[in-house]
């Protein structure tokens, strides 16, 4: 169980809603997922009509909603996102993305630490995406998120775990739960993750731009509860040279 | 630094012979590593890319399907004025066509924007031939709050403003700019414009500069193929595009590619572009530039459009009307150009979603 600000989860995958060919094969594929927990961009929400395309439903399969401040160039700008998130959905809950480089999409990190501090201190459960930046990672704790979420490698590419030394570093010292968000292209990216001690993943454009997106979220679901078990289990350290089962030299402690 | 200050240093006739001289084994090169590398760009612009286009329009499928999913985004012009103050060959707003000339009051713009709501669109594209003085910035801020407050995204295709002007419209909430070269070839550029402030080359080049500084957070760029080789015009475009990429990063930018269209007194296009040739430079811009938006608009026929979902475009125009009024009072002979897609919104959703593509009518928050 995995929990994080006054939430519980059983899953440890958590996924996203964009890119997907239409509704019910993203809807399809966050059931096949085992997935309690989606984030949604706000930009695509209409708010001027209401009875959404994309949020109604969504609603409807009782998934717990993560709005993303998505589309946000600056602290302002997702502060009010966060604001508009939560009067409209009735969740303090909001994953923090900022992200001024149309090209990368390269998280800003002073922006976003300006708006961590802001939100937490208006009681919002802020979960911050961020590059997989150990100092970043411990200064917003300290203002209050309630998880960290630093990226695998650039958002969309599916290159897996390219920041694998500095994800290390961030497990090893948060205090609170690890997301690894952001360039996980494959399950075995995802089981390793877990290997390392993520506490949770999240996982989009891998699932919904698969040939076939519901099989694959399985899949993903599959690899993230077998790397978490791994982790619990304890992965054996690696060593350069071979260390013998049979060790050659026990016969002289054995007197 | 502007652009035109690059655009002094780059030739176009050493380009052009580079283009016309690349061969296969260029093509194959640029195919392995052809992001943000102008080199590749130039291969697969040449005629030598033209027996891989397949193995282009797989790659680009593909990177575009990853980058953007199974999205098409949505979008409608909206025509305020086809007063023009120029006087260009290949448009029907040219200054000396004797056609009807109308300008959107409050009212007339309000019966508009109602009939795009009840289609459904939230992104509009605000349009007005290039009349500075009964035209220009003074009018356009007049009427921003109430387009604004009725779409999430409000993109402007008119004359060429100051930057202050962009700014002004920026503070109402202005998202982007389209502003088409027409033709980066000097001379040519000449021939076709030949009365008003469009004349100026210079000034017309310099304007994605005034935009991005202006702090605008989308800028369109556009050729009109036909004018002149479009292959050169395009390259020249991929020139522009980088440069701007690289100098105005927070910037997002965007390509639309019209073919020159038959109009009210128009001319025939000089240097006329396959389908071929329009699915060749879709894909090369889509390898050079994985996120870039590219545009697709009423211009071209069904069937054409119906096969370019996916191969790398990326926004769409449907059941457009290029006349000021048009939606509330359609034939009425005022219209800029002949559109070739016909087909009402619900007709062109329903092939994007047989073809396994969610249309996408909102992407964007105003109010932030």
């Known amino acids: ?255 | 630094m502007n652009f035109s200050d690059v655009f002094r240093s780059i030739e176009p006739d050493k380009l052009k012979l580079e283009l016309y001289s690349k061969t296969e084994r260029d093509v194959r090169k640029a195919l392995v590593n052809p992001q943000g590398n102008i080199d590749a760009l130039i291969a697969l612009l040449s005629p030598a890319a033209t027996p891989f286009i397949e193995q282009m329009a797989q790659l680009s499928a593909s990177l575009t399907r990853q980058r953007f999913g199974a999205n098409l985004a949505l979008y409608l012009p909206l025509y305020v004025s086809n007063l023009c103050a120029n006087e260009c060959d290949y448009c029907g707003f040219t200054m000396s066509n004797k056609i009807k000339r109308k300008t959107l009051n409050q009212t007339e713009l309000q019966q508009e924007i109602d009939i795009i709501k009840a289609k459904g669109f939230d992104h509009v594209l605000l349009v007005s031939g290039e009349h500075e003085t009964k035209v220009g910035i003074d009018y356009f801020e007049a009427i921003f709050a109430q387009v604004k407050s009725a779409f999430s995204h409000v993109a402007i295709e008119v004359q060429p403003l100051k930057q202050d002007e962009y700014a002004r419209l920026n503070d109402h909430g202005l998202d982007a700019v389209m502003i088409y070269q027409e033709t980066y070839q000097q001379r040519t550029y000449a021939r076709h414009h030949t009365r008003g402030k469009k004349q100026d080359f210079s000034y017309r080049l310099d304007t994605p500069d005034r935009i991005a500084r202006a702090g605008v957070d989308k800028i369109g760029l556009g050729v009109l193929l036909g004018l002149d080789d479009w292959r050169l015009d395009a390259l020249l475009m991929g020139h522009h595009l980088a440069y701007l990429e690289q100098k105005y990063w927070r910037t997002k930018y965007s390509i639309s590619l019209p073919r020159l269209r038959p109009c009210t007194g128009g001319i025939t296009p000089k240097s006329e572009i396959s389908d071929l040739g329009l699915v060749q430079l879709i894909c090369a811009f889509r390898l050079f530039n994985q996120q870039l938006e590219i545009s697709l608009s009423t211009r071209e026929t069904p069937e054409l459009r119906d096969n370019l979902l996916g191969l790398g475009v990326t926004n769409l125009s449907a059941e457009s009307s290029t006349e000021p009024g048009g939606y509330a009072n359609p034939q009425s002979q005022l219209d800029q150009f002949e559109i070739s897609d016909d087909r009402s919104t619900q007709e062109i959703v329903q092939v994007m979603k047989a073809k396994g593509f969610q249309p996408v009518w909102k992407d964007w928050e105003a109010a932030w």
Not at chain 1, 8 to 35: C, H, V, W, Y
Not at chain 1, 79 to 105: C, Q
């Open chain 1, 1 to 255: 169980m995995l929990t994080i600000g006054d939430k519980t989860f059983e899953s440890r995958l958590f996924t996203g809603t964009g890119k997907f060919a239409n509704q019910q094969l993203m809807l399809d594929a966050i059931t096949a997922s085992g997935s309690q927990l989606a984030t949604l961009a706000m930009k695509r929400v209409d708010f001027k009509t209401g009875g959404d395309e994309l949020l109604t439903p969504l609603v409807d399969s009782g998934v717990n909603l993560l709005p993303n401040t998505s589309g946000a160039r600056n602290a302002n700008e997702a502060v009010f996102a966060a604001r508009l998130s939560k009067e409209m959905l009735g969740t303090n809950w909001v994953k923090l993305e900022i992200h001024p480089d149309p090209k990368y999409l390269m998280p800003d990190p002073v922006e976003t630490f300006l708006a961590a501090k802001q939100l937490c201190e208006e009681g919002f459960i802020v979960l911050p995406y961020v590059h997989a930046d150990p100092v970043l990672c411990h200064r917003l704790e300290e203002v209050g998120c309630s998880a960290v979420m630093p990226l695998a490698s650039p958002i969309g590419t599916n290159q897996g775990l390219d920041t694998e030394t500095f994800l290390k570093i961030i497990i090893e010292q948060a205090q609170v739960p690890v997301v690894v968000d952001a360039g996980i292209g494959a399950p075995s990216d995802a089981c390793k993750a877990m290997e390392l001690g993520a506490d949770a993943v999240l996982v989009n454009t891998a699932i919904a731009t698969a040939s076939d997106p519901v099989a694959m979220a399985k899949c993903f679901a599959d690899a993230v509860v077998t790397g978490r078990q791994a982790f619990e289990a304890g992965v054996a350290q690696t060593s350069v040279a071979a260390n013998h089962t049979s060790p050659l030299t026990q016969f002289l402690f054995e007197k």
